[in-house]
């Protein structure tokens, strides 16, 4: 092992293999390596500046025991970077320490000449690089020890109920609902961004933690010390960037339903609402507006006066966000101008489409500026240009037909070795251009994002969810780990996505206890595909704004009497925390808090905050306990330390221990902070 002092920085050198470990904001380090003769200059996540460390770098000689019981001296390499430090010793295993206390150590099973636990024949080593047959990337298999007891959190938002990820295998991919953002926070006081958008996956095994990624030119990870999970979210958002501060005239209500046909539907929605007395702060109209998809434009045939429509929509202090898909289809009159010009996703083999719903579509490729170029042109002549506000960015991850990563191909790179970024750089289309303008913040809805997607206007939803209460809880969830990964403006479909019966007393409740628990969390936006599909669709063609199916109505008042009553009720609610919530978003534009926090983010040192999945806090006031049960009207609730007002009737109970209370259909269990 040949080691090397470079400033502020430790390489080293061995079989081949060049590593690199450096001072990268404060109690941080970034450790990247590679089998080539030198690094890509590539930021992907860390796309910040990080402050300015000065780092101590040694090399000194150490006492080793060897095979035939003699000591024998071997060099260890040491990089100090405040209250974070790396060794790495003679055969290459990299150990962390915070404050000289270890948090992390690369998993090694290979001999060394020494008499350790890692002396064994099972030529395992940390990072195992293997040559993709017929390319020049890499394989990357990266192992670390595990830590007894430790609990992981983050990671983005994955469909699978589990809060703590210990013991957890994740698919480091986007899909439909499941969004990659690998940043996880320990319970040993770390954070680590695996920063490669490559597909692969992680285990946070018992055994051993193991990060795998399919194809790459170098591995990168960037790792902190904090004492507390807000101290590691500053750090992790010093160095990937904040979400801006969020527009306070899109902090009530969102409305929306899959989907409004026509701009005369749209317009009826909006005065019902303001004949109701209630402010909607921007409606959304969903997909198939359009002609065919790729053309990116409204069917005028429905949309006659777009302009027209969105000017009487701003009268009234709405703002109006329409959907905007990356799929092209053959029929659209940008298919062929784009596919000319290789603006679209490749196939390594087989048919050129990536995309099958509702048409043989192929998606953009955003890797590509000329593509995003493009596509802008096209969305600020037909939208933009008549006010449109914001873009609804579906399907952002793309949504393939097949998720057969080995087969796509972007600008340049493959999908196996960038696609996580494809959703930020979906983003970008849009972002880039419309942040220039300087119209004021950008805010566009996605339904996915990556690490770093906060600093680009994104607010991500969860996706195309069922409509049970299973879901339900696994939303709340996935918020949750979504904040721990960064990203605080998220949301859900209100409800649940997919609906067969809307007249169904058991969705109805479960539609109160979601929407009671949305009121609480970043932004309040209803939507929903909602059943029986008995609406006859206003056209006989097989194309354009009036032949695709219509759901039910979505609006507050679509679900009877009383539940409007309910839902009027949460919506003052919403309204009146108006100054609070905006405080919310301060922070998270200071400091990367998100809105919705796990309980251990403000009580991390009561142990039990650290297995709660089931509530949460809304900031740091409000301790907000959902409903995930179909009738069931009281629940138990656990009160950190300090003293809590139960929002329903001022009651005050005093914190470290578990209350229960009532939860009637029209309330959801809240407790102040006093």
Not at 219 to 225: K, L, N, Q
Not at 271 to 287: L, M, P, R, S, T
Request: with cysteine.
């Amino acid at each position: 092992m040949l080691f090397i002092v470079d400033d502020n920085a430790l390489v080293a050198k061995h079989n081949g293999e060049t590593l690199r470990i450096e001072a990268w904001g404060k109690d941080s380090l970034r450790v990247r390596a590679t089998m080539f003769p030198e690094f890509k200059d590539l930021e992907w996540a860390l796309s910040e500046k990080p402050t300015e460390c000065k780092a101590k770098v040694s090399v000194a000689k150490e006492d080793h025991w060897v095979g035939d019981g003699t000591i024998d001296q071997r060099e260890i390499a040491t990089i100090t970077n405040g209250r974070i430090k790396a060794t790495v010793n003679f055969a290459g295993i990299i150990t962390f320490y915070k404050d000289d206390k270890q948090i992390l150590r690369e998993y090694f099973r290979s001999y060394d000449g020494t008499l350790s636990r890692s002396s064994r024949c099972l030529k395992l080593v940390s990072r195992e690089w293997k040559g993709v047959i017929g390319g020049r990337n890499y394989k990357l298999n990266m192992k670390f020890e595990p830590n007894p007891g430790e609990k992981i959190f983050g990671m983005g938002q994955y469909q699978d109920g589990c809060f703590d990820l210990k013991g957890c295998t994740l698919e480091l991919a986007q899909r439909n609902s499941q969004i990659s953002v690998p940043f996880m926070t320990s319970s040993y006081g770390y954070g680590m961004l695996w920063n490669n958008p490559a597909i692969g996956r992680v285990t946070f095994g018992n055994n051993y933690t193991e990060w795998i990624t399919e194809s790459t030119t170098q591995m990168d990870y960037w790792i902190t010390a904090g004492d507390t999970p807000k101290d590691i979210m500053k750090s992790y958002t010093d160095v990937t960037g904040r979400a801006p501060m969020f527009p306070e005239d899109l902090m009530g209500l969102w409305q929306c339903k899959l989907r409004y046909r026509t701009q005369d539907e749209v317009l009826e929605i909006a005065h019902a609402y303001e004949k109701e007395g209630i402010k909607i702060d921007q409606i959304v109209i969903d997909f198939f507006h359009w002609t065919v998809q790729g053309d990116w434009k409204f069917d005028t045939k429905y949309w006659p006066d777009p302009k027209a429509m969105v000017d009487e929509l701003h009268s009234m202090g709405i703002k109006v966000i329409v959907s905007i898909w990356p799929s092209v289809d053959r029929k659209s009159e940008n298919f062929g101008p784009m596919m000319e010009q290789g603006l679209l996703i490749k196939t390594e083999r087989g048919a050129a489409q990536t995309y099958d719903y509702q048409g043989d579509c192929v998606e953009i490729d955003p890797f590509n500026p000329k593509t995003r170029e493009y596509v802008w042109n096209v969305c600020k002549k037909n939208y933009y240009d008549y006010g449109i506000d914001a873009f609804w960015l579906d399907n952002s991850e793309p949504d393939y037909g097949v998720y057969d990563f080995d087969n796509y191909r972007y600008y340049d790179c493959s999908a196996l070795e960038c696609s996580n970024l494809y959703p930020q750089m979906y983003s970008r289309v849009f972002y880039d251009p419309m942040s220039k303008m300087g119209k004021g913040t950008v805010v566009n809805l996605l339904r996915c994002g990556w690490a770093g997607s906060q600093k680009y206007g994104n607010v991500i939803w969860s996706g195309d969810v069922p409509s049970t209460f299973e879901a339900f809880k696994d939303q709340v969830i996935c918020g949750l780990n979504m904040g721990m990964a960064g990203i605080p403006w998220w949301t859900s479909d209100i409800g649940g996505f997919m609906t067969d019966d809307v007249n169904d007393p058991k969705f109805r409740q479960l539609l109160i206890r979601w929407y009671q628990f949305a009121v609480y969390s970043a932004v309040l936006r209803m939507h929903g595909d909602r059943g029986p599909y008995n609406i006859p669709p206003l056209d006989t063609r097989d194309w354009g704004g009036g032949y695709l199916h219509t759901g039910q109505p979505n609006e507050l008042w679509s679900y009877g009497e009383d539940n409007y009553r309910i839902m009027k009720d949460y919506y003052d609610i919403r309204i009146s925390m108006h100054d609070y919530i905006k405080k919310l978003y301060e922070e998270a534009s200071t400091d990367g808090s998100p809105l919705i926090r796990t309980m251990f983010y403000e009580f991390p040192e009561d142990e039990k905050c650290w297995e709660l999945d089931d509530q949460y806090m809304f900031g740091d006031k409000y301790l907000v306990a959902p409903i995930f049960e179909l009738d069931r009207y009281e629940r138990e609730v656990y009160l950190p330390e300090g003293n809590w007002e139960l929002t329903k009737d001022g009651s005050v109970y005093q914190g470290n221990t578990t209350v229960k209370v009532d939860a009637p259909i029209e309330y959801m269990p809240v407790f102040k902070r006093v």
